[in-house]
């Protein structure tokens, strides 16, 4: 047995792996595409073989990591691994025992949390949080995903505790993912943005970003193809993200009038890519509508990057 533990960040488009040494310096990693076909037994497939990947590049065999840590989407239990109501991932229609299943398959301990919870533990241990006692995470990428660390612990309620991206930002507003509406995952997560590029397609509006995505050989308007359409200047992709940053800056201003934090971190897929000039629209739209104006938290960029809900998820697996 090593002393290289594990970590996966589990996407609604991709499966990040690392494998970290006991200094949290990473040894290997590797990327797969989500699986769009197969169930929560096929997502569990593609994280043991990405896992493994990323193992391999690190110079070890899986069964070889002390521990597992998995940072997934849904209502997560963390005490039995049961994954529910992820519903950015394909065919996740019932709960799932996704962490028994990983561990039967790679022989090593895992443990289970939620995707942006593990990251934002990430950042407050490594990251761009290190210096708050107190820090919002907020994950912009297939959809809006939320961490809470208060009086520097983790904040996980009942167990779905940080689920930002399903805060009511206009009543009655557009049809979210998770069926509901108004949801300020309805308006930024990529998944839904994306629904509402290809709706105004039918309608006969133009666009590059369907073209930028062909021409990438990808299959969904990933972060780099939104970033390839703002470069560009497509007026669809302006006016969709411009409608995306009103409400997370709506949405997170309204949690930080309940909470109170120091600071708001920003990560996920296309707040990573789209980097520190939309980190810091999102800051200005959130100033209109914070209660107390003159004492705004910190709000800034991920550090860890792409690697950072890995990471997290790493750090999550040395308590299991």
């Not at 992820?86 to 039967?104: I, R, V």
């Not at 009543?171 to 309805?186: D, H, L, Q, V």
């Not at 359409?229 to 309940?258: Q, W, Y």
């Not at 890519?273 to 910190?298: C, S, W």
Request: hydrophobic fraction near 45%; charge should be negative.
């Amino acid at each position: 047995m090593s002393d290289a533990k594990g970590g996966v960040d589990l996407g609604g488009t991709k499966i990040q792996a690392v494998v970290l040494d006991r200094s949290n310096e990473v040894l290997g990693q590797a990327r797969n595409p989500t699986p769009t076909s197969g169930g929560p037994e096929g997502v569990a497939a593609a994280i043991v073989e990405t896992l493994v990947e990323a193992a391999g590049a690190a110079g070890l065999e899986a069964a070889e990591l002390t521990a597992v840590g998995v940072g997934s989407p849904g209502a997560v239990d963390s005490g039995s691994g049961v994954v529910a109501s992820a519903g950015n991932l394909p065919g996740w229609d019932s709960p799932f025992p996704l962490g028994p299943t990983l561990q039967a398959a790679l022989d090593t301990k895992v443990a289970l949390g939620n995707d942006v919870q593990v990251a934002i533990e990430g950042e407050f241990a490594l990251g761009a949080g290190r210096d708050f006692s107190s820090l919002l995470g907020v994950f912009w990428g297939t959809g809006v995903g939320g961490g809470l660390v208060l009086d520097r612990r983790p904040w996980l309620g009942r167990g779905a505790a940080g689920e930002i991206g399903h805060m009511v930002v206009r009543k009655g507003g557009a049809i979210c993912t998770c069926g509901r509406r108004g949801c300020m995952e309805a308006y930024a997560g990529r998944a839904a943005m994306e629904a509402r590029a290809r709706a105004l397609v039918k309608e006969g509006e133009p666009t590059k970003l369907f073209e930028i995505m062909e021409e990438r050989g990808r299959t969904r308007l990933q972060s780099g193809v939104w970033a390839r359409a703002l470069k560009r200047e497509d007026p669809m992709a302006v006016a969709l993200v411009d409608r995306a940053i009103g409400a997370l800056g709506a949405g997170i201003a309204s949690a930080v009038n309940l909470l109170d934090v120091e600071a708001v971190v920003i990560g996920g897929g296309l707040g990573t890519r789209l980097g520190v000039p939309y980190v810091k629209r999102i800051e200005n739209a959130m100033g209109p509508h914070l209660f107390v104006p003159e004492r705004p938290p910190t709000v800034a960029l991920a550090a860890l990057g792409d690697l950072g809900g890995a990471i997290g998820a790493a750090l999550l697996g040395e308590g299991a």
